[in-house]
């Protein structure tokens, strides 16, 4: 298992990208998911810079693609998010990323779920193994099941979050964890390796309201940590705590005791 940070570490976020990357390595932590949530604010030069330290230190280095990204539509908009994806798609190889992850996109009022669903399907198959990450919310595209329908007709990687996944259905047991990675293995076939986000998260009418400490709330790491281990998956885990590499470092301990 390797265990990282989305984003620069906590305690080195004045120091730039390069110095937080060898701060990853400092912490006794093996991943970095680089953050243009945002917006796309990186030149190549920098991405191929990033794209060094991380092999040079034996980092792990993952994309997250602008949440602002909307594949559930069909109209003119659709070309800005297309170009956005593969700008970032482009920079990602620079950084020698192992995957892009993207948020799906949004329900479109007065249209179907499952048009939507169709359209994201349609408008991603352009692109080649991006990761496709399971959401949190009501209205958003890409609940588990639909991100599974999404990578079975695209050959895209499902990017399990599994603070989301709880949200919309709870996640109480090392067994509910299991489930979750053997339905991806039924519907998708057998998986070299899963990519996942991980939190404590709030949960509010229904659906993620808001990230939390580890300690603080469910889903509880250990039952993941139990899962992976029982069955022997290659798994990297983004820590999305608030308390970020603080908690990544207490991730990282509880798989290793």
Known sequence: MRIGVAGIPV?????GIIRG???IKDL????????MGR???LTKEKAQEIGECGKQYNIEISVHAPYYLNFSVKDESLQKWTGALRQTVGLAQLMHSSITVIHPGWAVKNVKRELSLKNIISNLQEFTRVGVETMGKINAMGHFKEVLQICSNTGHIPVLDFAHIHALTPLKSKDDFLAIFEEVETELGHQNRFHTHFTAV?????????????????????????AVQEMGYNVTVICESPELDRDAVKMKYLFMK
Not at 11 to 15: E, F, G, L, N, S
Request: negative net charge; without cysteine; aromatic residues 10%.
């Open 21 to 23: 990357i060898e701060g």
């Open 39 to 41: 917006g796309i604010r």
């Open 11 to 15: 305690d080195y976020k004045k120091k």
């Open 202 to 226: 709030e949960v509010s009418n229904g659906e993620e309201k808001k990230h939390l400490p580890i300690e603080e709330g469910e889903p509880h790491f250990m039952y993941l940590v139990e």
């Open 28 to 35: 006794g932590l093996d991943a970095l998911e680089y953050q």
